[in-house]
């Protein structure tokens, strides 16, 4: 079953003078228990595909679908982690979850929202930051407590803007771990993830399916599949010859789509050797 | 060198020396005719009692600022006492008629059985007009603040209402109102209601769309809305409007009482200038001092306790 549904999208933001085409005829269909990575360089109009779904920003043409019905406006049934700090500065770590759960768990005692917040706190790896205000905390220590908010909200849907842009390698791939974890166990109904990121590695290990995008204006160049089987087990796969082989396909295609940048393979397979260390 | 000060010795210090020599001054004899002679009870009580708060605040070692703030306001209140008695009853350089020592102000201020019936009816008038204020302003100022209708209008309107000296409001409170007490509370509500409203106004204009696009994806409800994202990511604007509110109020509060009141501090020290008796004007003038530094010390406490959040 289709969960998001995206047809020939056109959205253009309003400027001072005339307008300016941030995404052109992007078409897009991610079925339920999906996890699909959005990659594609800056600018291109990844937050601005994202903000669509959130409700946050509508169509300029074409048509937007959740569960069959075009987004109205924001919903509950999306987990929204924003690229740039989402926090209440005024609430603790632990507040700011529990508001969150709050918002989507009617039915849950103020003391069982505290006891979740604190357990997803735990998660994330910050079972002793749960007093302090968000300006208290590094800035990669508040996007995990947003990532603990929109996980511990357990949505149906969960949008994700680089949520592990800012944070340390140990901790991301412990992310990764655990981000994978929820979405394959956490309730009945595998979640539909939807995750902008600029790590290939990344994007490769987590998803189902990788969408590229191109800009000026922002659109879909490319969907790939992700072949490696489920559960992947991280050490392994980052050593095996298939994955070494994938990723060199990909980074051969996203960087075809790249104008400015030469086609040339001495440079992707250096780079390739730089990060396989 | 002493941990606390950094530079100053903790019981050889300007407070302890202060009021030693306070006490050295009790045998010098009195120039005027009007004070008691031997030692000045109120003085000496009151000067007791604020250097035992020091010593203890010093001996029980609290933190640094609690410590200093102590050590400041007791020098303070030596300090004036000492400059006083000198150049009242000690020495007669100020005339006595209008300058009382201070042991008659203080015997005064204690035995005074009217002051604490017009302390409590300004504090009452204080509290309607300034809560009201607060209440209608931070309502209004947010509902509107919140709305998109509104441009800058309001805020060009809201700029000249403020700008108006809230004094002109009394000969119309007093033509229109029934009662002396509405016309002090309608003088305090005006003055502070347009600080407050235009603060809370532009406030929540203000409210970064960060936040307010998180409590959208958060499908926060209107209340929580405001209750929990825009009025506190616009408090300290808020506060700004109610301390400057705040100021206008105690202002107005005296005027009017003054002007058109039958009861309250203001009133008090009107009163008794019809008499010339400047020992209840000093006691008056002390009074509310005292009271306006105790709700502005109240009021920064509470501030720096709802924004305790804010890095600083
Ligand atoms: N509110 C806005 N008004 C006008 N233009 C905007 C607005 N938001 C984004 N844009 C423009 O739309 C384009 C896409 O922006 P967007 O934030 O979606 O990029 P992105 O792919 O998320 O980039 P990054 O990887 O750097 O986060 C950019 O060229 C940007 O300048
Ligand atoms: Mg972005």
């Known amino acids: ?277 | 060198m002493d941990k606390k000060t950094g530079q100053s010795n903790r019981f050889i210090n300007s407070t302890v020396i202060l009021y030693i020599v306070l006490w050295l001054l009790q045998p010098v004899p009195n120039r005027t005719e009007g004070d008691i002679r031997g030692i000045a009870t109120y003085t000496m009580i009151l000067a007791t009692v604020v250097f035992i708060i020091y010593l203890a605040v010093n001996i029980a070692s609290f933190e640094k600022n609690i410590y200093v703030t102590t050590k400041s306001i007791t020098g303070t209140v030596l300090a004036v006492l000492g400059l006083w008695v000198i150049l009242t009853a000690k020495t007669g350089i100020l005339e006595e008629a209008l300058f009382p020592s201070p042991e008659i102000v203080l015997r005064q201020m204690f035995s005074d059985s009217r002051l604490p019936g017009d302390i409590l009816s300004s504090l009452i008038t204080l509290g309607k007009g300034y809560l009201s204020a607060l209440v209608f302003g931070i309502f209004l100022g947010s509902v509107l603040g919140m709305s998109k209708k509104f441009g800058n209008s309001i805020t060009y309107i809201t700029t000249f209402l403020k700008l108006i000296p809230p004094i002109v409001y009394i000969p119309y409170a007093i033509a229109l109102l029934p009662r002396y007490e509405s016309v002090s509370t309608f003088v305090i509500f005006m003055s502070s209601f347009w600080p407050i409203f235009s603060s809370t106004y532009v406030g929540v204009k203000g409210v970064e769309k960060q936040y307010l696009d998180s409590a959208k994806v958060l499908n926060v409800g209107f209340f929580s809305r405001m209750i929990n994202v825009i009025l506190p990511a616009s408090l300290s604007e808020i506060f700004i409007g109610c301390n400057q509110g705040l100021a206008y109020s105690f202002i107005m509060l005296t005027s009017a009482e003054m002007i058109g009141g039958s009861a309250g501090i203001g009133y008090y020290i009107k009163y008794y200038s019809n008499f010339g008796d400047f020992t209840r004007i000093i006691v008056g003038i002390l009074v509310i001092g005292i009271i306006i530094s105790i709700i502005t010390f109240l009021i920064s406490k509470l501030e720096n306790h709802l924004l305790r959040w804010k890095p600083k």
């Open chain 1, 1 to 277: 079953m289709n969960k998001i549904e995206i047809d020939h999208l056109s959205l253009d933001y309003a400027e001072k003078k005339g307008s300016f085409t941030a995404l052109q005829d992007v078409s897009l269909t991610v079925k339920e228990g999906e996890f699909v990575s959005i990659i594609g360089s800056s600018g291109c109009g990844k937050s601005t595909l994202l903000s669509v779904l959130e409700g946050l920003n509508h169509p300029s043409s074409g048509t937007v679908k959740i569960n069959g019905e075009p987004v109205k406006g924001c919903g509950i049934d999306r987990g929204v982690v924003f690229q740039q700090y989402s926090l209440f500065p005024w609430m603790t770590a632990r507040n700011n979850v529990a508001f969150g759960i709050k918002q989507s768990r009617k039915e849950l005692s103020r003391a069982e929202r505290l006891q979740i917040a604190d357990e997803y706190l735990k998660k994330v790896g910050l079972d002793n930051f749960g007093n302090k205000y968000p300006g208290q905390l590094s800035g990669g220590m508040q996007q995990r407590v947003a990532i603990a908010r929109a996980l511990a909200m357990d949505t149906d849907i969960l949008l994700m803007d680089e949520p592990f842009g800012a944070i340390d390698p140990k901790n991301r791939t412990a992310l990764w771990e655990l981000l994978l974890e929820l979405w394959e166990n956490d309730s009945e109904k595998k979640k539909t993830v939807l995750f902008v990121t600029h790590d290939i590695d990344e994007a490769i290990f987590l998803s189902d399916r990788i969408i590229m995008m191109d800009s000026a204006p922002g659109r879909v160049s490319a969907e790939i599949e992700v072949p490696f089987r489920r559960p992947r087990i991280r050490t392994e796969l980052l050593r095996s010859k298939e994955y070494n082989f994938f990723k060199n396909n990909l980074l051969n295609a996203f960087y075809n789509e790249e104008e400015e940048v030469e086609e040339d393979n001495h440079y992707i397979e250096s780079y390739i050797d730089k990060i396989a260390l």
